[in-house]
């Protein structure tokens, strides 16, 4: 796990990077400027159990292509994930607050995930346990209006423009950032690639 100080702010942005690109950065930059935050890791995962594994690239491919383009001082990118044993993200978060227990973490997702949200598991207890950052992605603006967790935890929302106190709120507590958009994805990226 990076090393923090306690009180530091946190971005907690996981995903299997499979490939990394620039819209991954995007979402960082916005996360760190918005959110005002000292870091933000990258936590590459040893795999997405809601997502076919066949075209995976190994673990240690993808941490050395993230460390590649994750270039801003700020971002560490781990895989503490693999060495803890986790896969899910209750999991992986209830590590992380138990070795880091001063520091204001904030989950960072893009808002393609909100959609499907409730279907990973132990999502309220996600929820539960530190402030999520929605981030605007293509074709997504709209899925945080009607997904099951921004109904569910609506009370807990609040306005973009007070994103820089959500560090320091106690979960439930959310935010749905805009900004500019990048249409790449991995999956867009992996199908390109296989198609040439």
């Given at each position: 796990m990076p090393h923090v100080e306690p009180g530091m702010a946190v971005g907690l942005f996981?995903?299997?990077?499979?490939?990394?690109?620039?819209?991954?950065?995007?979402?960082?930059?916005?996360?760190?400027?918005?959110?005002?935050?000292?870091?933000?890791?990258?936590?590459?995962?040893?795999?997405?159990?809601?997502k076919d594994a066949a075209d995976l690239r190994p673990l240690a491919e993808r941490l050395s292509l993230s460390e590649t383009i994750a270039v801003d001082p700020k971002v560490k990118v781990t895989a503490f994930e693999a060495a803890h044993d986790v896969r899910f993200t209750a999991?992986?978060?209830?590590?992380?607050?138990?070795?880091?227990?001063?520091?204001?973490?904030?989950?960072?997702?893009?808002?393609?995930?909100?959609?499907?949200?409730?279907?990973?598991?132990?999502?309220?207890?996600?929820?539960?346990?530190?402030?999520?950052?929605?981030?605007?992605?293509?074709?997504?603006?709209?899925?945080?209006?009607?997904?099951?967790?921004?109904?569910?935890?609506?009370?807990?929302?609040?306005?973009?423009?007070d994103a820089p106190l959500l560090p320091s709120l106690p979960a439930p507590a959310w935010t749905f950032l805009h900004g500019p958009r990048s249409p790449l994805s991995s999956t867009a990226i992996r199908n390109a690639v296989s198609i040439s």
């Open positions: 996981g995903g299997s990077f499979n490939p990394p690109h620039d819209g991954h950065v995007l979402v960082t930059e916005l996360a760190i400027k918005r959110l005002r935050l000292d870091q933000l890791w990258w936590m590459v995962t040893p795999g997405n159990p809601l999991d992986t978060l209830a590590v992380i607050r138990r070795y880091n227990p001063s520091v204001r973490f904030v989950w960072i997702m893009g808002a393609d995930n909100l959609r499907d949200f409730h279907r990973w598991q132990n999502w309220r207890d996600i929820a539960l346990t530190f402030p999520i950052a929605v981030i605007d992605r293509p074709g997504s603006t709209l899925s945080y209006l009607s997904s099951k967790m921004a109904k569910t935890y609506g009370y807990a929302r609040i306005d973009e423009t």
